[in-house]
């Protein structure tokens, strides 16, 4: 039996690894890392799948890091979308936010870019389709935000959305939270 597929997309720069631009890549290592399963490479970037059960039944869940930069990556998303869980309403993207305290997590359901360029262009590569949830997982502002965003990730950010870590538990609980709503509504 085929169950309902999600795509879970960790937005970041593949040539920026650990930092807080790339935090969205971070989370999916350690979703990946929670699952028990590893991230193959392919051409348009790292991917995994596993079947998972929430509440309201099992699910197939992708998870994805693109090989581009943040602000391009919104079409390798979209082929991996096109791939996994044809629909919008079951990708799922999480990316880093300015706008929140480190060590936080912020569900967003649909809407703007909020000037997030890489969500921007995942809208764009979408056609327009703003109807996508996303994860904003809070990395905080300090000074020149392009430079803040490429520092490194603290110990504490590391450890708290590293594998075993609190932030570990915050992103499935929300993730199955989104999931389940979905499935609810169909």
């Given amino acids: 039996m085929a169950y309902p597929q999600f795509l879970i997309v960790g937005l970041g720069n593949i040539t920026h ?3 807080r631009h790339s935090i969205g890549h971070y989370v999916i290592d350690t979703l990946a890392s929670r699952l028990g399963v590893h991230l193959s490479s392919e051409r348009i970037g790292y ?3 596993t079947d998972v059960q ?14 581009t ?8 998303v979209v082929q991996m979308l096109r791939a996994t869980a044809a629909n919008a309403t079951n990708l799922i993207v999480v990316h880093d936010s300015l706008e929140h305290k480190p060590c936080t997590i912020s569900p967003k359901f ?11 262009s995942v809208i764009a590569a979408l056609g327009g ?7 904003r997982i809070g990395i905080g502002r300090d000074g020149d935000p392009a ?4 520092g490194p990730l603290s110990p504490q950010e590391r450890q708290f ?11 499935w609980r929300e993730l199955t939270r989104i999931i389940e709503k979905s499935l609810k509504s169909r």
């Fill in 54 to 67: 929430v509440s309201e039944g099992n699910v197939a869940i992708n998870l994805f890091k693109p090989k």
């Fill in 47 to 49: 991917a995994a799948r």
């Fill in 147 to 150: 430079n803040y965003v490429l």
């Fill in 161 to 171: 959305w590293g594998p075993g870590g609190s932030g570990s538990d915050l992103v």
């Fill in 110 to 120: 649909g809407g703007s870019a909020n000037g997030h360029n890489g969500v921007r």
């Fill in 17 to 19: 690894p650990m930092t």
């Fill in 129 to 135: 389709d703003m109807d996508f949830p996303r994860l």
């Fill in 69 to 76: 930069l943040m602000n391009i990556s919104g079409k390798p």
